[in-house]
C-alpha cells in the first residue's frame, strides 16, 4: 500500500500531467481541430469535454469496426476527471495520446509527468512493445462456487523489431501463479497502483518478422475474488485476431451474460457498450472473436 507522501505525489503528477494535457488540447493546431469541429460554441479558452469524448469514441469504434454502436456519452464523465485531474490512470493517458495523435515529443513530455521521469525514462518505460499479436485464443473456466478456475491462453506473436526477449502479463492481483509451455517467467513487480505483472522470458530472441507460439496458463488459489468480469485489453499493441471464451459450471450457470467495450481495464474504466449474449446450453460457454484490436478494452460481464 502506498504511503501518505507517495500518494500525495502521485496526486500532484495527475494534477500537474492534466495542466499539461489541457494545454495540449486548446492549443490552436491538430489537437484542438480534432475536437472542435465535432463541438457546439465553445468560449474561448475552454475545451468542450463532450466534443473530446467524440474523439475518442471515434477512435474506439475505428478498433471494432464499421458496424460499431459505441456512444460518446458514456465518455463524458472520464474526459472530466481525467482533464480535472482527479481520475487519470496509464491506461485513461495512452487513450488519450492514441486517439489525439500525440507527437512522440508531446507523448514523452506527458509521461514523464506523470511519471516523475525524465522524458527519455518516459519513452523506454512506455515504447511500444515490440510485437504484435497474430492471433489470441483464451479460455476462461468458472467453478460451481463462481470463482476462476482454470485460465488457458495461447498466442502467436511476431516482431516488430530486432531484438524482441520477452513478452509482459498484467493482472490484477499477486496471489495468481503462471506455467508457460517454454521459456521462463520473471518474478511478479508492481507496474501500478492496481496491476502486478510477470514477464514471459522467450526461450529464443525474435529478430524482426520472426514468429513464436507462446502458451500459458493461470493459476489461481483456491479463495481467488469471484468477480464476475473478463476482460482482455489491447493498449499499446495491436491484435489481428481475438478469440476469447468462458466456461461455466453446468450447476452454476449465470442468469445474464454481457459482451462490453471499456474505456480501460482499471478502477477508472468505464463500460462504452454492452450487448447481452446467449450462453450456450449444451458446453455452458460464450465465446467471441474480434479482428483488428487496437487501444481497446473488451470482455465479458455476467451476473448469477
Known sequence: MPSQVSRTQMARRRELTAQYLRMLLNERG???????CMADKTPPGDISQAAVAKVIVDHLRKAEGETSQLDYRP??????????????????????????????????????????????????????????????????????EGRPQSHRVRQKITATKDGVSRFPLRFDSAAVAIKVSSGDISD??????????????????????????????????????????????????HIDSATIAIKFSPSKRPSAVWWTVRTNIGRGGRTVFREQVEIDRQSSSVSRTILAMDDVVVGFRWDW
Open 188 to 237: 511478479m513487480y508492481r507496474c501500478t497502483d492496481e496491476f502486478f505483472a510477470v514477464d514471459v522470458l522467450l526461450p529464443k530472441v525474435l529478430m524482426r518478422d520472426e514468429s513464436f507460439e507462446l502458451e500459458y496458463a493461470v493459476e489461481y488459489p483456491v479463495d481467488a475474488n469471484a468477480d464476475p468480469e473478463l476482460l482482455r485489453g489491447a493498449m499499446g499493441k
Open 75 to 144: 465518455l463524458k464523465d472520464l474526459v472530466c476527471r481525467a482533464l480535472s485531474g482527479r481520475a487519470l490512470t496509464p491506461s485513461t493517458l495512452g487513450l488519450f495520446t492514441a486517439a489525439f495523435l500525440f507527437s512522440e515529443e508531446h507523448a514523452r513530455q506527458i509521461w514523464a509527468i506523470f511519471l516523475g521521469t525524465t522524458p527519455d525514462e518516459a519513452r523506454a518505460a512506455f515504447q511500444p512493445p515490440g510485437f504484435h499479436v497474430d492471433r489470441l485464443d483464451e479460455t476462461y473456466e468458472v467453478n460451481s
Open 30 to 36: 491538430t489537437y484542438r481541430s480534432q475536437w472542435a
